[in-house]
């Protein structure tokens, strides 16, 4: 995919470099529309050349470009999902731009269904790895120049940037749990069984989005962050059948204590230094 006209878009209608992406999974949207939007730029997904319209309930599909706490940042309102029929080239496009554009730092945030019992249904999970079950991955193909062929993923989710998100949830009486997202194609749920393998595989959480950004996230030299909203229990540890829907209020009923969560995140948020890729 040729994202060459999308940035050149984006660099005419943004007056700004972004330090820093969010990516709003399922439910967490409504922070796209925060009052530091109002006065910042969006950029709907459809208005992008080589970019669709959103086919998932819960992801609007926009890029606001606003100062968010002090610091110009991106708000990215849904994501393109393998399932949906995508090429990992347009799931990941918007990874791309933001390197491009210079962003230092991304969080990455999604719905889950909880693989580990000792998690609440309600509840966020900080990622610290993931296990990539989607039977590819992004950076097959050409290599896209300067990244490394062979990327180093032994600190995909950044220590540093796990710490300060401790930080923030400890500020908001918040403990939050550190865990291992396992990462799938869906649009299926998961079945008892594959729950169960995960689970022997040392997953926490499970999911249909993440892991491919994240892959190419850091092949574009940023520092990469997780946040998974646990939404449902895993198939087989409760005997209630799952529901997108389901996903959807429970991520609502949260949303408040992540935004706070991110506010101070995002406030005291401190970027180590090093070599950033050039492009």
């Given at each position: ?84 029929g995508h090429p990992m080239s347009l799931v990941t496009a918007p990874m791309r731009i933001y ?180 492009r």
């Amino acid at each position: 995919m040729d994202i060459k006209p999308a940035i050149e878009i984006l660099r005419q209608k943004v007056p700004f470099a972004p330090e820093l992406a969010i990516v709003l999974g399922s439910g967490f949207g409504s922070l796209a529309d925060c009052p530091e939007t109002k006065s910042g730029t969006t950029i709907n997904f459809r208005d992008l050349p080589g970019f669709t319209d959103q086919t998932v309930i819960g992801h609007s599909g926009k890029m606001c470009f606003c100062e968010f706490e002090k610091k110009k940042i991106v708000l990215q309102a849904g994501r393109f999902h393998f399932y949906e029929g995508h090429p990992m080239s347009l799931v990941t496009a918007p990874m791309r731009i933001y390197g491009c554009l210079g962003v230092k730092a991304i969080l990455l945030t999604n719905a889950a269904g909880a693989l580990n019992p000792s998690l609440d249904v309600g509840s966020l999970l900080i990622i610290k790895d993931h296990i990539n079950m989607q039977g590819t991955n992004p950076l097959i193909g050409p290599n896209i120049e300067p990244g490394s062929r062979f990327p180093d993923m032994s600190n995909l989710y950044d220590k540093n940037l796990r710490q300060q998100l401790q930080v923030a949830g400890a500020q908001c009486n918040q403990n939050l749990k550190e865990g291992v997202y396992v990462a799938v194609t869906g649009p299926s749920f998961e079945t008892p069984a594959e729950v169960n393998a995960f689970r022997l595989l040392g997953g926490d959480a499970v999911g249909m989005s993440t892991a491919p950004e994240a892959i190419v996230a850091k092949h574009e030299g940023m520092q990469v962050a997780g946040v998974s909203c646990i939404c449902n229990m895993g198939a087989g540890i409760l005997e209630t059948p799952l529901s997108h829907m389901d996903v959807l209020n429970t991520s609502k009923t949260i949303a408040t204590v992540f935004e706070t969560i991110v506010r101070k995140f995002v406030r005291n948020l401190v970027i180590a230094t090093g070599p950033k890729i050039l492009r």
